[in-house]
Nanobody, 123 residues
């Protein structure tokens, strides 16, 4: 499956952004999807993930209450709604897919990766 992430940008602290991850090439509902982020010089960090059917979601503690995730399998798209953005959220955000049924927080569980979309939050 091929993944295309988009929606990043430059915003101010407290603003919101919605990132999209569009998939092609395979049956999208066969994949759980996760988002990870990376800051240069740091390890890639799990953000949020959603199960194949959208019923199960896993969050990093740092984004609970601020970020949500949803999916539209008919449109082959997963969305991450990011509210109350903080400068610490600044990173390149990547979506990834795995055939595992439930959402996963470990990057090595994901087989397919999209290119990153940059999110920059100014204070």
């Amino acid at each position: 499956v091929q993944l295309q992430a988009s929606g990043g940008g430059l915003v101010q602290a407290g603003d919101s952004l919605r990132l999209s991850c569009v998939a092609s090439g395979r049956t999208f509902s066969d994949y759980s999807v996760g988002w990870f982020r990376r800051v240069p010089g740091k390890e890639r960090e799990f953000v949020i993930s959603i199960s194949r059917n959208g019923r199960f979601i896993d969050y990093a503690d740092s984004v609970k209450g601020r970020f949500t995730i949803s999916r539209d399998n008919a449109q082959n798209t997963v969305y991450i709604q990011m509210n109350s953005l903080e400068p610490g959220d600044t990173a390149a955000y990547y979506c990834a897919a795995t055939s595992v049924l439930l959402p996963r927080s470990i990057s090595s569980d994901y087989f397919y990766w999209g290119q990153g979309t940059q999110v920059t939050v100014s204070s």
